[in-house]
């Protein structure tokens, strides 16, 4: 059996970069998965983890970049 860490693990790790598709349609799907990533960050019983704390670069392209200018201010 490998030792492949679940992705909860993985985020949780260190650093990530993050690079969000574009498209209109797009724009609430990626705020939802930012918010899953966030909930993974979270540790049970410790103090919130802000998700910009664990991405080390983030990018995107047309509403992309508007969700990575938003991550990337700290929001």
């Known amino acids: ?11 949780r790790a260190g650093p990530f970069s993050l690079v969000l ?3 209109f349609f797009v724009f609430p799907a990626l705020v939802g ?3 899953a ?3 993974c960050l979270q540790d049970d019983g410790a103090p ?5 704390s ?3 670069a983030v990018s995107g392209s047309s509403s ?3 969700v990575a200018a938003f ?5």
């Open 1 to 11: 059996m490998s030792s492949t860490p679940t992705l909860r693990e993985w985020l």
């Open 21 to 23: 598709s574009q498209g």
């Open 33 to 35: 998965a930012l918010l």
């Open 37 to 39: 990533i966030e909930e």
């Open 48 to 52: 919130p983890r802000p998700l910009r």
């Open 54 to 56: 664990a991405i080390h």
């Open 64 to 66: 992309g970049a508007l």
């Open 71 to 75: 991550v990337a201010a700290g929001h």
